[in-house]
């Protein structure tokens, strides 16, 4: 990953204390196959997402590999994002077991019906 990618990446992500403590606190809950999802309305232009895993997942392989997962999937549908939340997905153990087009299938069906991503978008 270059340099350039790095930055783009970091507008894409939440990273700060403050930032994912503001979403627990004024975001709305929904639950779907995998994962649990924590939408809140921001004045920004972009979608940020935070990956939450607690220790109770499982062991640090199996966390980093569910970061892994979800960032991915932001990154595939990040240009079809649209702007103005900020969204804090907390993986379900699930996840570890369905495939990747599966956990996507399910990212952009409830990124959907949130409002969040294009309807038109695969």
């Not at 709305?28 to 607690?54: K, M, P, S």
């Amino acid at each position: 990953m270059t340099r350039q990618q790095r930055s783009t990446d970091h507008a894409k992500f939440l990273r700060a204390s403050r930032d994912i403590n503001y979403v627990k606190e004024h975001g709305r809950r929904y639950a779907a196959r995998g994962f649990n999802l924590l939408v809140c309305r921001t004045a920004g232009e972009h979608t940020r997402v935070g990956i939450v895993v607690g220790k109770r997942f499982g062991t640090a392989v199996s966390r980093n590999r569910a970061k892994r997962l979800f960032r991915e999937l932001t990154r595939q549908a990040h240009d079809r994002l649209n702007g103005g939340f900020s969204l804090l997905v907390f993986p379900k153990r699930e996840a570890m077991t369905l495939s990747f087009p599966e956990l996507r299938a399910s990212w952009c069906s409830m990124l959907r019906r949130e409002g969040i991503m294009e309807t038109n978008a695969h």
